[in-house]
T-cell receptor, first 115, second 116 residues
Framework: AQTVTQSQPEMSVQEAETVTLSCTYD???????LFWYKQPPSRQMILVIR??????QNATENRFSVNFQKAAKSFSLKISDSQLGDAAMYFC????????????FGKGTLLTVNP | GAGVSQSPSNKVTEKGKDVELRCDPI?????LYWYRQRLGQGLEFLIY????????KSGLPSDRFSAERTGESVSTLTIQRTQQEDSAVYLC??????????????FGSGTRLTVV
């Protein structure tokens, strides 16, 4: 079984600053995927970034990047140059390669961006 | 359509009643997923449809829950004899092929179900 833990229920950041959201996971499998999703008040989940566990290189998508520490089972999300539109719930999730249609989610971190 | 469409957006029902939630996936997407999001929680997997294959129902919490999908089109999630613990947002997603590893999921905006 997989578990995903987000230890920060809430975070805040000043506009244009950088913030890092934490995520740890637990799995006995060696092949899996990790994700960060954003959920604005509209409730629609939006994929922010994806990481394949077998890849050493950290994934990046514009202002979003991850720090993937496989041995420590840590997968943090860094948001650079924060914008007001980044305010949302952020969920970390994982899936096993053998059943990668099943995502296991953490409880989320509510990010507030202050002008 | 342009995105995944779910209806109704909100539903209030009395305990013990049956409810049907509808999901219209993006046209051409073979894979469809249902997740449940309880207040203050992450999403929980419920069921997965992939083309004409048998669905994976392993996430359905009880036999009061069932889901159907006709081909690669609309899906309905039915909850019979609703209980207060069924109150949650029910999210549907679709993807071009099965599996989050292969490509992104596109989520709908969900149905907020409140059982009173």
């Amino acid at each position: 079984a997989q578990t995903v833990t987000q230890s920060q229920p809430e975070m805040s950041v000043q506009e244009a600053e950088t913030v890092t959201l934490s995520c740890t996971y637990d799995t006995s499998e060696s092949d899996y995927y990790l994700f960060w999703y954003k959920q604005p008040p509209s409730r629609q989940m939006i994929l922010v970034i994806r990481q394949e566990a077998y890849k050493q290189q950290n994934a990046t998508e514009n202002r979003f990047s991850v720090n993937f520490q496989k041995a420590a089972k840590s997968f943090s999300l860094k948001i650079s140059d924060s914008q007001l539109g980044d305010a949302a719930m952020y969920f970390c999730a994982s899936s096993l390669a053998g059943s990668n249609y099943k995502l296991t989610f953490g409880k989320g971190t509510l990010l507030t961006v202050n002008p | 359509g342009a995105g995944v469409s779910q209806s109704p957006s909100n539903k209030v029902t009395e305990k013990g009643k049956d409810v049907e939630l509808r999901c219209d996936p993006i046209s051409g997407h073979t894979a469809l997923y249902w997740y449940r999001q309880r207040l203050g929680q992450g999403l929980e997997f419920l069921i997965y449809f992939q083309g004409n294959s048998a669905p994976d129902k392993s996430g359905l919490p009880s036999d009061r829950f069932s889901a159907e999908r006709t081909g690669e089109s609309v899906s309905t999630l039915t909850i019979q004899r609703t209980q207060q613990e069924d109150s949650a947002v029910y999210l549907c997603a679709s993807s071009l092929v099965g599996g989050a590893g292969q490509g992104p999921y596109f989520f709908g905006s969900g149905t907020r179900l409140t059982v009173v």
